[in-house]
């Protein structure tokens, strides 16, 4: 049996359309009709050698310019396409705030996400689909919408070229504007876009989002991913991120450590949580982490388990959520109260970023409401034992040589800045919430 919700779909590009279009556009997009002689901003990373506990975004001698790519592309790109009118709503100007109880579960009320169209059906089933060219995807966004390249460099330094060609053959990865952003600087990173890959995790493409999230070296700039059949409705490879200057309450919950990776990646459970997961952390190199979280990620979508990830603490931490909140929706296990809500849980909601569309679920959010949402998409205990299982395998058979050194289990809750505690309200979402 075929399992298929109905919701409607995020608009993420003003030029997102259903139906196909024939032809040139005329309308600059990042296809051949448009791309002869275009020019974006290309920001070139370095690539890190050092162990993720140990980096700062103030240890290069390029670290003026590490500002630059934080403050002026990000920030001040993103400001710049607000100011051009190019989003759907003005983000600025919704409601926010932290939710009193133990866990400051943030909820906002944006009713500009809400859209008056009808419900497209989406497969819930298959985490792995093939890339559809009839359908909506990135090439077809406006070249306006496209912040900057973003790759690393030929010389192992930073660089920042204000006009650099693209080269459509190399495929660069870009990062362009959410024109229905959650909060302050959404952005959506778009590995390899020319090669048009379906939304599905490989370790090039995640060691790229842990490395913005290196650069970016904002605890409140976070990266998230959701699979097909997680609530991801573009099948074309992409991470989100944004800034919210409030601790996430997943970066709060107390972890057990299972174990730890010979590569230094230690491995825990997250406790106290209504979403059972792993969380991922430390490492001798940056891609150490990676492709131990990339190769857990792979597992899961060989074996059709959908799943979010959140990027936090500077590439520091790694989340890993199997759910299965839109298997048991398109099987009617889901209470018609829940869905009315029309909040559908992926990576953001599940780190405890609640983005509410109707007034009344806002004036009425508490932290059991959110945690009887968030626990209907928790795998069981029993079923997360497996779907461990599953990836310990893979992580053993992946990595050449790994050994997973299995280690006293042990409870530890961060202290980064990010996770500290912070005030009961948040006016509003401004360039405020992102520090200087």
Not at 135 to 145: A, C, L, M, R
Request: aromatic content about 8%.
């Amino acid at each position: 049996m075929m399992l298929r919700i109905k919701r409607v779909p995020t608009v993420v590009s003003n030029y997102q359309k259903e139906e196909a279009e024939e032809g040139g556009c005329g309308r600059n997009c990042l296809r051949s009709c448009c791309l002869p002689g275009a020019k974006l901003p290309l920001y070139a990373f370095k690539t890190a050698s050092k162990a993720v506990s140990e980096q700062s975004p103030v240890d290069s001698v390029n670290n003026e310019l590490e500002v630059e790519f934080l403050d002026s592309l990000v920030l001040g790109e993103w400001e710049d396409r607000m100011q051009r009118g190019l989003f759907r709503y003005d983000v600025t100007a919704c409601e926010t705030k932290v939710i009193p109880g133990k866990y400051g579960f943030i909820a906002q009320l944006n009713e500009g996400r809400h859209l008056k169209k009808r419900p497209t059906e989406f497969r819930v089933d298959k985490v792995l689909q093939p890339f559809d060219e009839s359908k909506f995807n990135f090439t077809k966004v406006g070249q306006e919408e496209v912040l900057f390249q973003f790759g690393a460099s030929e010389d192992n330094d930073v660089h920042f070229f204000p006009y650099a060609p693209i080269d459509v053959d190399n495929s660069p990865s870009v990062v362009a504007i959410n024109v229905s952003p959650i909060e302050y600087g959404h952005v959506l990173l778009i590995p390899r876009i020319f090669e048009c890959l379906p939304q599905r995790i490989d370790r090039e493409s995640f060691l790229l989002a842990l490395h913005m999230a290196v650069e970016a070296g904002n605890p409140y700039f976070r990266l998230g991913y959701n699979s097909l059949g997680a609530f991801a409705t573009i099948n074309h490879l992409h991470f989100q991120a944004y800034y919210l200057a409030t601790p996430f309450p997943i970066e709060r919950a107390p972890s057990k450590k299972i174990t730890t990776t010979s590569g230094g990646v230690k491995i825990s459970h997250i406790l106290n949580y209504p979403v059972r997961g792993l969380v991922f952390e430390g490492g001798d190199s940056l891609k150490d982490l990676s492709d131990v979280v990339s190769d857990a990620c792979i597992c899961l979508q060989e074996n059709n388990i959908p799943y979010n990830v959140l990027i936090a603490d500077s590439g520091k931490r790694v989340f890993l959520f199997p759910q299965c909140y839109a298997e048991k929706q398109a099987l009617g296990e889901v209470s018609s109260e829940l869905l009315d809500t029309q909040v559908n849980p992926a990576v953001w909601e599940i780190s405890g970023h609640m983005v509410l569309k109707r007034k009344e679920d806002y004036e009425g959010a508490s932290e059991e409401n959110a945690w009887r949402l968030l626990a209907e998409v928790s795998l069981s205990e029993e079923r997360l034992e497996e779907v461990k299982e599953l990836i310990f395998e893979a992580i053993s058979s992946c990595c050449v040589g790994e050994v997973v050194a299995m280690a006293p289990a042990e409870e530890s809750v961060s202290t980064d800045p990010a996770h500290e505690d912070s005030d009961d309200s948040i006016k509003g979402s401004h360039p405020a919430m992102v520090p200087a």
